[in-house]
């Protein structure tokens, strides 16, 4: 039988985790900042590893999984919000996501992960007219 492992950045409350190991998928280790979700975490799942902050995640030396799951702030995205886009100071952080699955690639020679799911709100990709913050990524 094949394992499936999970990576969680912006793991909040582990809803990913959650119910990723409702079908099998195991929960490998999560980023989060927060105190109080990271102990309803830890409740759930005490031998998954936390990273702590996203943007002192080096992707190419944290174990390599299966999928990792991100859902980046949406303050700068959100219908009620600014509308800035991805170029807002608490959206960009999207951008940490994509860096880390992007140092998970080129360690493992482009193994891992093999899916990324990013969770959002409605008007993600209509915020800031389309536009996205100027440089490039990819994924």
């Known amino acids: ?3 499936i492992t999970l990576g969680s950045l912006f793991d909040g409350i582990g ?3 959650l119910s990723a190991s409702h079908y099998g998928i195991i929960p490998t280790w999560a980023s989060e900042v927060e105190k109080a979700p990271i102990s309803i975490t830890k409740r759930h799942f005490p031998n998954m590893l ?3 902050n996203i943007t002192k995640i080096n992707g190419g030396k944290i174990p390599p999984v299966d999928v990792i799951t991100f859902g980046s702030p949406c303050q700068n995205l ?13 959206s960009n952080l999207f951008y940490q996501a994509l860096r880390i ?5 080129g360690a493992t020679h482009g193994l891992y992960p093999t ?9 993600a990709f209509s915020s800031n007219d389309r536009k996205r913050k100027t440089g490039s990524f990819h994924c």
């Open 101 to 105: 699955i992007e140092e998970m690639r």
């Open 15 to 17: 809803v990913f985790p």
């Open 78 to 90: 959100s219908n009620i919000g600014k509308r800035e886009g991805l170029a807002g100071n608490q």
């Open 50 to 52: 936390h990273l702590g």
């Open 115 to 123: 899916i990324a799911v990013w969770e959002n709100v409605m008007g």
């Open 1 to 3: 039988m094949t394992v």
